[in-house]
């Protein structure tokens, strides 16, 4: 419980759930989304020194402590080594944000009612998300206005932001979980397919991934709670995610390229001037040497793009193109964290993961239930064989962290170790 002495227990109810919620609110907003996380940060840091208590009395707290050092101790330990030290040190520091917005969340959204009247509030707002695309793409303009992206429906997020698809793609399980508990069956198969059909005709092959994540980790939890009697449910979904798939494949030309692409890549058919994979294992080479050459902190977080001319083949197209192109980052996780801050951040990941996996596994059965919709979107998030957005950048980094804290914070007061452990 929160000790009597902290000054949490002023905090009023709602300013919780309105600033974890305007989180997701802002997402589609550029960089607003900053304001409430700063502002978490500063109510983090009021209640850390001005509280005269320890944080370390929760087991919600030690969780997301270990978890935070696990991740931003190799960040500080690479910036010796940075290539753009200045550069790096302000993201080292400004990562500081999302330690103190974390604190502020497990201590603001710490019982069940919250978490609650949170996924309520996230579900009917990603509901929200999917009526403005579907919008769009029977009209060719959202709601307010705003045509596809490049072709490409995504809602709310303008026509240049394309993040729709992977943003729902990796929230989709706040949606399905609260409609899987609350809405009547009809309700539940329509957002369903309402979200499956919008990330796949969004053409996005990250987002894709990430939705298969998701899927396939419902499924095999269904598999285990119900065994046998899973299986007529089961097939049934997967007939309606064929179906999405065929429809899609008929009437989207950006879907069926990215499928007929991705299906010749897979063939051996790799040409780094037409498809995004190959460019991208061009990328991955660079950031191969740059973790050969700096094995144990890498090049600085957020240094690839300083280091990439250096460690780059001289034949490199994006170097050969007139003027050349840099790219900013690896699009790949596991070879970002190798290339910038080298075995020490690999090693903080896989800790990192560990903690998170081993007290979701300990925790009693009411905390599991609030903690799995945040567990399953940070699955997601953390799959390795997916092309992802920089995780040291400000947008992947405040969706990581915001889940990871609602994840720690859903641990509750206590742990138990589960019967099956």
């Not at 509030?121 to 992206?149: C, E, H, I, K, R």
């Not at 061009?282 to 300083?306: C, E, H, Q, S």
Request: hydrophobic share 55%; with cysteine; proline share 6%.
């Amino acid at each position: 419980m929160i000790p009597e002495t902290s000054p949490a227990r002023a905090l009023p109810s709602w300013l919780g759930l309105g600033l974890a919620w305007s989180c997701l609110l802002l997402l589609p907003v550029g960089r607003m989304v900053e304001v409430p996380v700063l502002l978490m940060a500063a109510l983090g840091l009021w209640l850390t020194v001005g509280g005269g208590w320890r944080l370390h009395e929760l087991p919600a707290m030690r969780l997301f402590g270990a978890v935070f050092l696990a991740m931003w101790l190799p960040q500080l330990l690479a910036l010796p080594g940075a290539v753009e030290p200045t550069h790096s040190a302000r993201v080292v520091v400004t990562h500081l944000r999302f330690f103190l917005g974390g604190i502020f969340l497990i201590l603001a959204i710490h019982s069940a009612g919250s978490h609650q009247k949170l996924l309520r509030l996230s579900a009917w707002l990603l509901t929200f998300w999917l009526l403005d695309a579907v919008v769009q793409m029977v009209l060719g303009y959202d709601l307010f206005g705003f045509g596809p992206a490049h072709g490409r429906p995504n809602a709310l997020f303008g026509e240049s932001n394309l993040k729709f698809s992977f943003c729902l793609a990796l929230l989709s399980p706040l949606l399905w979980e609260h409609a899987w508990r609350y809405w009547p069956v009809p309700a539940r198969a329509l957002v369903f397919l309402a979200t499956v059909s919008a990330i796949l005709i969004a053409g996005n092959r990250s987002a894709w991934v990430m939705l298969g994540v998701v899927l396939l980790a419902y499924g095999a939890l269904y598999i285990r709670q119900h065994g046998r009697r899973a299986m007529r449910p089961l097939v049934v979904a997967i007939v309606g995610l064929a179906l999405c798939a065929g429809i899609a494949y008929q009437y989207s030309p950006i879907f069926s390229a990215r499928v007929d692409r991705t299906v010749a890549f897979l063939s051996g058919e790799r040409d780094p001037a037409t498809d995004s994979i190959a460019h991208r294992m061009l990328i991955w080479d660079t950031a191969k040497n740059m973790f050969v050459a700096n094995p144990l902190t890498g090049v600085g977080p957020r240094g690839f793009r300083y280091a990439y001319t250096e460690y780059a083949k001289p034949d490199d197209p994006y170097l050969q193109l007139k003027p050349p192109i840099i790219p900013t980052n690896t699009h790949n996780l596991l070879s970002e964290l190798a290339a910038e801050t080298g075995l020490l951040g690999l090693a903080g990941l896989l800790t990192a993961l560990w903690l998170l996996l081993r007290s979701g596994w300990r925790a009693a059965s009411s905390a599991q239930r609030r903690m799995l919709p945040y567990g399953i979107a940070l699955l997601a998030a953390f799959f390795p064989f997916n092309s992802h957005f920089a995780i040291y950048s400000a947008f992947w980094s405040q969706l990581v962290w915001w889940l990871i804290a609602l994840y720690c914070a859903a641990l509750g007061k206590a742990t138990e170790e589960n019967p099956g452990d």
